[in-house]
């Protein structure tokens, strides 16, 4: 069964500095994997997918992963940290059953001091 | 293009009582699935429908049940409400189902329903 294990409920960053969120991945085939954002009272918006092509993978506002299978790893990174990318950030990997569920993490917290 | 919209934003219910949450695709999605978000840990897959069909249902008891309607929109009510039901439901559309080998098709979600029951 797939799953992701996100590392730091809470990570903290500097505006200008770097974001860094740790995910890793558990499948026993090729993975589908995903990040997502969720700003407060809202719902959740992609920011990237990794659907087996190249294993770098750039999205939306400046965020991109990278997809090691030898580390079973996906972090999502950010050069420049901007105060308006405060938010929750969800890694999820797709079931490769009779259906296209996601399975999520447990989350990261993200907050950007001035 | 309006994307996928819920109804109501918030509700308060109280326990025992019955609930029915309303979604409805972005045009042209026919595939529409359930989460629920319990505050401070991940959605939690409730069901997937396609073409008014359930194709997948995750751990969650008999309480909960769902339903597409041919312009597939969706409904999800919930039984003999718990105090531990409390939290953001969450409805998600996609074009196409996984069967159909587009796995990785993404979903689009929606803004969700706060529930909360005393």
């Known amino acids: 069964a797939q799953s992701v294990t996100q590392l730091g409920s809470h990570v903290s960053v500097s505006e200008g500095a770097l974001v860094l969120l740790r995910c890793n991945y558990s499948?026993?085939?090729?993975?589908?994997l995903f990040w997502y954002v969720q700003y407060p009272n809202q719902g959740l918006q992609l920011l990237l997918k990794y659907t087996s092509a190249a294993t770098l993978v750039k999205g939306i506002n400046g965020f991109e992963a990278e997809f090691k299978k030898s580390e079973t790893s996906f972090h999502l990174t950010k050069p420049s940290a901007h105060m308006s990318d405060a938010a929750e950030y969800f890694c999820?990997?797709?079931?490769?059953?009779?259906?296209?569920?996601?399975?999520f993490g447990t989350g990261t917290l993200l907050a950007v001091q001035p | 293009d309006a994307g996928v919209t819920q109804s109501p934003t918030h509700l308060i219910k109280t326990r025992g009582q019955h609930v029915t949450l309303r979604c409805s695709p972005i045009?042209?999605?026919?595939?529409v699935s359930w989460y629920q978000q319990v505050l401070g840990q991940g959605p939690q897959f409730i069901f997937q429908?396609?073409?008014?069909?359930?194709?997948g249902r995750g751990n969650f008891p008999d309480r909960f049940s769902a339903r597409q309607f041919p312009n597939y929109s969706s409904e999800l009510n919930v039984n003999a409400l718990l105090l531990g039901d409390s939290a953001l439901y969450l409805c998600?559309?996609?074009?196409?189902?996984?069967?159909?080998?587009?796995?990785?098709?993404?979903?689009?979600f929606g803004p969700g329903t706060r529930l909360t029951v005393l």
């Open positions: 429908y396609y073409e008014k069909e359930e194709r």
């Open positions: 499948s026993s085939v090729p993975p589908y």
């Open positions: 999820a990997v797709s079931d490769h059953g009779a259906t296209n569920k996601l399975i």
């Open positions: 045009s042209g999605h026919k595939s």
């Open positions: 998600a559309s996609s074009l196409e189902e996984a069967s159909i080998r587009k796995l990785g098709n993404e979903q689009f």
